[in-house]
């Protein structure tokens, strides 16, 4: 067995630390929890499952806290989970033979985050990794990096590790709040870090504040370097920025676009959905039609359904923009129990009487 401590922040969440905790108590973890401030009793909670309890003065550096916390763990091997996350299956065997065959490597867990508007997104997360080899870097949205500057890339591999993140479960007025407070932390340190990550970054927050201007702003200044399609931020960012110009009614500049990087996404169902819904706005039907098809063909995705029954919906809605309501009703069948779908195959039915 290879000893692997559990490195945690927190602050005012003692709910959901409890249900973190609550999740984790009976795997052989340390487990070390540092309080930045909290006027809740989440000091108490913690306490509950670990005397490894401490104190971290907040200075706007989500880094900065992870890596005190770590410095706490008595062993090399760090697992990382949030508070508003929490396990729903965890294989440690076969994590200790991933660690073993990955020794220099950081491993990442599977994690699944609904929102309020109904949708659901999977992504993977590097969260174990030797503190040897690694710490936290970037004072928001903080990464896993080699303590080691010249070494520019790393090996990252998958553990059977499943978080469910209830972190996008809040009202619009909770997430704008939480977006501000990231924004301005990221322009804070936007001149340390001028990468396209930190771009990426400062253009999700405003993103999701609902401000595209800004959002296509950064976006295209984080677009703006030497990207690889394979990493995961690169991906959202292309995504993103493609719905933020539909936003901004720039369907024309989206189309071009979109359609310029094509062969380097098109493995994604986000990505096709969202050239789809593209083409839909342009009044190009069956091009449309066609995006959504290979969507439901795709492995790769982010949001839940976009490769199934979002696509399929996203389908039959072209087919009934066209005068066809019968292919629209086989594609609306296709989506299982996705309420929108079921909606529109009442109204066909009842339009058919």
Known sequence: MIPISLCMITKNESDKL???????????????????????????????????????????????????????????????????????????????????????????????SPDTVG???????????????????????????????????????????YVDHDGYFSSKEEMDLKAKRN?????ASEHDYPDSYTYFQIGQSYYIM?????????????LNFDLSPE?????LMIVHYGYS??????????????EQVYSYFDFLADFLMVIGTVYIRNEHYMKAALQFIKATQAEKFFTLGTNSFRAYYHLGAVYEMIGQPENALLFYEKCGAYDLAQERIKFLKESQK
């Open 210 to 222: 609902g401000d595209y201007e800004n959002a296509c702003r950064y976006f295209e200044k984080g």
């Open 183 to 187: 924004l301005d932390i990221l322009l």
């Open 119 to 161: 949708s659901v997104t999977v992504d993977h997360v590097e969260r174990l990794f030797n503190k040897k080899f690694y710490m936290y870097k970037r004072p928001i949205h903080e990464q896993v990096l080699p303590i080691d500057e010249t070494l520019t890339a790393f090996c990252s591999f998958d553990i059977p590790l």
């Open 18 to 112: 409890d249900r973190c905790l609550a999740a984790v108590k009976d795997l052989p973890l340390e487990i070390i929890v540092v309080d930045t401030g909290s006027t809740d009793n989440s000091i108490e909670v913690a306490r509950k499952y670990t005397e490894h309890v401490y104190h971290f003065d907040w200075i706007s550096d989500f880094a900065a806290a992870r890596n005190f916390s770590v410095s706490k763990a008595t062993n090399d091997w760090i697992l990382v989970l949030d508070t508003d996350e929490y396990v729903t299956s965890v294989d440690m065997e076969a994590i200790y033979k991933l660690i073993d065959e990955n020794a220099t490597g950081v491993g990442c867990l599977i994690r699944t």
């Open 245 to 258: 110009l539909l936003n901004m009614d720039r369907g024309e500049d989206a189309q071009l676009f979109l």
């Open 231 to 235: 990493s995961e931020f690169v991906q």
